[in-house]
């Protein structure tokens, strides 16, 4: 299996001088929000393994599922529309939504779209989108279903590579990062990293800021995806069939790092201090990061970076800015300017 190649990569790493400046570390930011414009963020690096796979089963039709803002949602809908393939989304609303910022593109690239509320969400969405499934099939559809944040076995896969790809600007650049910090929100972006780091020996230390949920959570996602991977990377050549069971056999949930103590009051809902925070981001470097992920997981770096606190180790320390921007429009009217 190869895989597709929509996003623009590598892309760039930039250092954040003043911000550096400010805390005395070195912080760089990589530029995975520039990864395109319509499929912009994180998320495409995932799709371009999980749609292959997609097309190499002959499916055309993509059936996914996220907040009513979701990044991956529009992504996903975005890469379905480039590639001549219908799209459906599963969103999580409890009423008719605004029609606005990822959801307006949704609409605006041809989803098909079904909502479901919180409960259903959380306890029925793989239900709920086999469904879906079936209901096209019936049509004469092929649909393929790539679950939420596309954090599973394939879709890691982008991050694995993202990590090869930050080594190599690293000797470049002549850099070494020791700390790689990314915004948590399903698990499969730090998985794909952490599993790189393993298995080639980088030596870093890579951490998710959780922006739902809890460090044990993820933790248990993080290896389980991380082990579905495996198998791939058998099939791409990375690994011996040997060295996969070896990693499968070692790999457990403590491997993978997670701040907890950043999700504030909930998913997708933001504390005055963390827009704040964007604001202040904003202007000092202009970099605008997200309401949902990256300004949660900044506002932990700046947390964590005053004396004592958890990255007072760490001299070099990459952010990969994972992208967001359309979610931070529909807070537009009342962002405290
Ligand atoms: C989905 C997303 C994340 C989190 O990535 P996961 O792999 O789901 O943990 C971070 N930032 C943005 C902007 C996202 O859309």
């Known amino acids: 299996m190869k895989k597709l190649t929509l996003a623009n990569l590598p892309t760039r790493i930039q250092r954040l001088s003043r ?17 395109g414009s319509e ?15 997609a097309l190499s089963k002959g499916c055309d039709l993509l059936i996914t599922c996220g907040g009513i803002q979701s990044n991956h949602c529009r992504a996903t809908v975005s890469v379905a529309a ?27 690239m041809g989803a098909d779209v ?25 049509r004469g559809f092929r649909p393929y279903i790539i679950p939420e944040g596309a954090s599973f076995g394939v879709g890691t896969l982008g991050y694995y590579y993202a990590m090869k790809e930050i080594v ?3 000797r470049e650049m002549g850099i070494k990062f020791d700390t790689v910090v990314v915004a948590t929100g399903s698990g499969g972006t730090l998985a794909g990293l952490q599993l790189s780091n393993i298995i080639w020996g980088y030596g870093k230390r890579v951490i998710g800021v959780c922006v739902c949920d809890d460090a044990a959570y993820f933790q248990d996602i993080a290896a389980r995806i991380s082990c579905d991977a495996l198998p791939y990377l058998v099939e791409q050549g990375e690994i011996s069939k040997e060295q ?40 000092l470097e202009g970099v605008v990061f997200d309401p949902v ?35 931070l429009f529909p807070i537009s009217r009342t962002f405290p300017l």
């Not at 480039?82 to 959801?103: D, F, H, M, Q, T």
Request: with cysteine; aromatic share 10%; net charge negative.
């Open 293 to 327: 992920y990256t300004g949660k997981a900044t506002y932990g770096m700046v947390n964590e970076l005053i004396s004592g606190g958890r990255l007072s180790t760490s001299e070099n320390i990459l952010f990969i800015h994972t992208g967001g921007l359309f979610g």
């Open 244 to 283: 996969a069971a070896q990693i499968a056999a070692a790999l457990k949930p403590s491997d993978f790092e997670l701040f907890e103590e950043y999700v504030g009051i909930g998913y997708a809902l933001s504390r005055p201090e963390e827009l704040e925070h964007i604001k202040r981001m904003a202007r």
């Open 168 to 170: 190599a600007q690293e």
């Open 19 to 35: 911000w550096s400046d400010e805390c005395g570390r070195n912080i760089y930011v990589k530029r995975d929000d520039q990864t």
């Open 114 to 138: 079904r909502f479901c509320n919180r409960d259903e969400y959380r306890e029925h969405r793989g239900e709920i989108m086999q469904e879906m499934a079936d209901g096209y099939a019936a």
């Open 82 to 108: 480039r590639l001549g393939l219908k799209s459906a989304v599963l969103l999580r609303i409890s009423e008719e939504p605004p029609v606005e910022g990822n959801y307006f593109l949704d609409r605006l």
């Open 39 to 53: 499929w912009s963020g994180n998320k495409i690096r995932k799709l371009e393994f999980a749609v292959q796979e």
